[in-house]
């Protein structure tokens, strides 16, 4: 099994920076992507950024000239970092891997943090 560990949520206020941080553990033969979501009150769950694990992004429309997303493989972290917060992006922040472990490929989420950017 895989497990992340997400850390570096919090409370920003409005136009500020926050890096995230999530870090994998367990019996990884590899990680093939990894990625953050958020999921707001009352709103579904939706893709903010991810990473190959060879570099390729993509990101959402809504944070593609605030939002870095980066990789170490070696350490099987993937990082956030965003600028230029708004409330409207308070929220439950969740990693998410697809890992394979063994000979299956499977996809792993995280516990969340919570972010909450105030106005």
């Known amino acids: 099994q895989v497990r992340l560990v997400e850390s570096g949520g919090g409370l920003v206020q409005a136009g500020g920076s926050l890096r995230l941080s999530c870090a994998a553990s367990g019996s990884i033969f590899s990680i093939i992507r990894m990625g953050w979501y958020r999921q707001a009150p009352g709103k579904q769950r939706e893709l903010v950024a991810d990473i190959t694990r060879a570099g390729s992004t993509k990101y959402a429309d809504s944070v593609k000239s605030r939002l870095t997303i980066t990789r170490e493989n070696d350490k099987n972290t993937v990082y956030h970092q965003m600028n230029s917060l708004q409330p409207e992006e308070t929220a439950v922040y969740y990693c998410?891997?697809?890992?394979?472990?063994?000979?299956?490929?499977?996809?792993?989420w995280g516990q969340g943090t919570q972010v909450t950017v105030s106005s």
């Open positions: 998410n891997c697809n890992a394979v472990v063994i000979d299956q490929l499977s996809e792993y």
